[in-house]
């Protein structure tokens, strides 16, 4: 019996994704839970298991394309032994599994929902079928109606006199000897060439002519890319990634502060982290140093980790640290939650594995939401500041310029130091300007001596 499976809701109230990859292709066996599919969400990609055991029939959404939640993906011929008389009620033919019935008779199959967040979500925005249809009747009709070949005829009279005689011509081509060496010399496929001479005859005019007109198609052709334009669809990642960014920089009245520090004993401390039992197998660079500087400045300042409402001000007792992350998909900021409680080689460790999830677009939609604050680190792209935009719903986010030597003062002497450039933006709802400037005042302090971090801790 055949089995057909919808789009589920992962968990993120999400209306719409994108089949990124099939895993399966029709004739295949597939078991339950086993992975059929990766599909893109607004920020993650999800590898959906089958909730079905049976043969592929088929894979009805290709690759690259977005559908609708509760749309069908696939269909699987189940065995009919596994299921039931109630099992078999609500599929006849793919029609009854199409319409809005899935809801009503729940087979022993519709009991392994549970494999999937939302799997059987309400069917009533399945537009996309209807609008893959119309394509394939489009052309049918146009052969099948009378009507419809009386307008083909008029146009096509005008090429047919021009590409009749190439294709006589390969059967039999005419031409003297020296219009052959003439082609020949200039690289003419005779085959291919029009004659206008004595009974389809090709003369010397004719050659030339054939050695014109393709000077002129190259040149064309070669225009077009030139001058050409591209059009990227707005969707997955950038989709969400815009819309995010559009609704808090006319939500939120941002604020953004700089702050040049010496990090110069921020990169010795991070040195010798390296050589450390503790942190071996784990990448420590200076973002561990600043997440930990921030972390601290959170404790100390708590309205940094708030979250405005039109009824109130949610200062939120624990930190998910979020992380901005450049991939290929575009910039995701998944978070690492409850950073405020782990040590400094958790803490590195968590990172670590953070960031090798999200540039391999594994991390899962519970990382990518519910963040408390984000750190952005611009350094990487050899940039010294900028004005980070603030992720909706936190009230700070802390970007970290490249790191470079800069004559700096220190005792009265002018040396050259390790220096960057911090830029916190905040949400002014939430933060005063005064709060805003103490947390980055003790960022900045902590990255200028590390041990301040052990005192305020």
Partial sequence: MLREFRLPDV????????????????????????????????????????????TVSALMVAEGETVDVGTPIISVDVPAEEGSAEDRAPIPPPEGAVEPGMHGGPAP?????????????????????????????VPASVPTSVPAPTPAPVAAPAPAPVAVPPQVGRVSV?????????AKDLGVDLSAVAGTGPQGSITREDVQAAVAAPAAVPYQAAA????????????GVRKATAQAMVASAF???HVTEWLQVDVTETMATVRRLRELPDFAGVKVSPLLLVAKALLTAVKRHPMANATWTDDAIIVKRYVNLGIAAATERGLIVPNVKDAHAM?????????TELTERARAGKCPPAELTGGTITITNIGVFGVDAGTPILNPGEAAILAIGQIRDMPWVVDGQ?????????ALSFDHRVIDGEQGSYVLRDVGAMLEDPLRMLAWA
């Fill in 109 to 137: 199959k519709e009991e392994r929902k549970p494999v999937l967040v939302g799997y059987g979500v309400k069917p009533g925005t399945t537009t996309r079928r209807p609008r893959k249809q119309p394509p394939a009747p």
């Fill in 224 to 235: 077009v890319p030139a001058g050409g334009e591209e059009r990227i669809p707005v969707k």
């Fill in 174 to 182: 005419l031409a003297k000897p020296p219009v052959r060496k003439l």
């Fill in 251 to 253: 939500t939120a009245p």
């Fill in 343 to 351: 040590s400094l080689p958790e803490l590195a460790r968590a990172l």
């Fill in 414 to 422: 002018l040396a050259v130091r390790k220096v960057t450039t911090l």
């Fill in 11 to 54: 968990g993120e109230g999400l209306t719409e994704a994108e089949v990124v990859k099939w895993h399966v292709a029709a004739g295949d066996t597939v078991t339950i839970n086993q992975t059929i599919v990766e599909i893109e969400t607004a920020k993650a990609v999800v590898e959906l298991p089958s909730p079905y055991e049976g």
